[in-house]
């Protein structure tokens, strides 16, 4: 029997332990918290810090193959271990820096949002002022939902907040974005087999509040051409990593930006971030695919076959994410499940565990199956809201 080693113990390291253990394998994990999620679902659980040398070779040498559930981890820790791990060391270097991602994309002619590259503090207010409102301003290393980034529509907003990015120089080297107006976010899951398999998902449509993912809905609301294109561009990815493994990519759909290269049914397509991982938006291939993205990756990291995964439910699937609000509104701190329990649609919920509830903290995720796209998404916002009744 095989044992993978995650570094990271959070819910995506605990949804793709479920899938290796569905398959006879052995799960190690590697977190700074004692408390992760993963902590009380397998027997080698190894907290420490990823600079802690002695620890992190015993984790090691208990794993035949080693991946990671979150781009944060410090590149120098897996890179110890480049001959093991998977997806390569390279690809999570380059997927966890802004800077380096888009000078990746860009060599590769795939299409981006214009942006500039902001080196230090001192150079931010001129930089800016160079550059056009309204931007999107980020730190290049460390940022997940919608952390370390700013918003600024106009120049006014930003001199409201310009001494305290300055007065941060650990928030740089960072880049500022044109903000465009999105008509639609995608996601594409794709893969390649250690034998050269290269599979993808169908591909899910995604809605941000206040830039976290709020809900993910598949089939997404895209014509069949533009679908191909987003397919082709993932391709090209998978092929310019010389990955093995999983990614997911996220797109912008815009209907209303005349600067990217390509435009279908006046559709222009930027690709915006690559995580080298299963993806939040991903949690609803768990019911609605014969595989999940966490299957996929299981067999992969096993050395399996794998086929194209397919959807086995017809209608539309929409996931929605359970925050820290969740908890925190009910005026117990607990869940009522009464609805849930209840609703014939309800086709997976999954609370992870965390011990503490915080706003804008992921705690879980639900999925509806119904007739189309509105009727799902409509009776996830009830499902939720109902859990904090
Ligand atoms: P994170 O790593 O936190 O997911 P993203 O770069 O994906 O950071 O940004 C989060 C969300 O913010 C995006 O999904 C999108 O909704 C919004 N956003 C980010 N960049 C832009 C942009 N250049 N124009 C418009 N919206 C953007
Ligand atoms: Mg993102």
Do not use: W
Request: charged share 20%; aromatic share 8%.
């Amino acid at each position: 029997m095989k044992t993978i080693g995650i570094f990271g113990g959070g819910q995506l390291g605990s949804m793709l332990t479920q899938s290796i253990f569905k398959l006879g394998g052995n799960v190690c994990i590697y977190d700074e918290s004692k408390n992760s999620v993963c902590s009380r679902q397998v027997a080698k659980f190894y907290q420490g810090s990823y600079h802690d040398e002695t620890n992190l070779q015993e984790f090691n040498s208990n794993c035949d193959i080693l991946t990671y559930e979150f781009e944060n981890i410090p590149y120098t820790t897996v890179s110890k271990f480049s001959d093991k791990t998977i997806p390569n060391s390279n690809i999570l270097k380059i997927c966890q820096n802004r800077i380096y991602e888009k000078q990746f994309l860009q060599n590769h002619n795939l299409p981006i949002v214009r942006h500039i590259i902001i080196e230090n503090e001192h150079e931010l207010e001129e930089q800016l002022r160079a550059f056009s409102f309204p931007l999107i301003l980020k730190s290049a290393k460390g940022g997940y939902d919608g952390k370390s980034q700013y918003i600024f529509n106009s120049e006014a907003e930003f001199k409201l907040l310009a001494t305290q990015i300055i007065n941060n120089p650990r928030f740089f080297p960072a880049v500022a974005e044109e903000k465009i107006s999105l008509s639609k976010e995608v996601s594409c899951i794709i893969a390649q087999t250690q034998d050269g398999n290269i599979i993808n998902f169908p591909i899910i449509e995604n809605v941000h509040h206040d830039n976290i993912l709020e809900y993910s809905i598949c089939p997404a609301r895209i014509n069949t051409e533009l679908s191909k294109t987003i397919i082709q561009y993932s391709t090209q990815i998978v092929k310019a990593f010389n990955l093995i493994g999983l990614l997911v990519i996220e797109f912008f759909l815009s209907t209303n930006s005349p600067k990217s290269d390509l435009s279908i049914d006046n559709t222009h397509i930027f690709i915006n971030e690559i995580a080298p991982r299963p993806h939040n938006s991903g949690h609803l291939t768990i019911k609605a695919c014969n595989l999940s993205q966490f299957d996929v990756l299981a067999r992969i990291l096993l050395n399996m076959p794998c086929n194209q995964p397919e959807l086995i439910l017809s209608g539309s699937i929409c996931m929605i994410n359970i925050f820290g609000e969740s908890f925190l509104n009910n005026p117990n701190g607990n869940l009522n499940f009464q609805n849930c329990a209840l609703s014939k649609n309800l086709i997976d919920l999954n609370i992870y565990g965390k011990t503490q509830a915080k706003l804008g903290r992921k705690m879980g995720h639900l999925t509806v199956n119904h007739i189309d796209a509105m009727s799902a998404i409509e009776l996830a916002k009830i499902l939720k809201a109902s859990l904090s009744s």
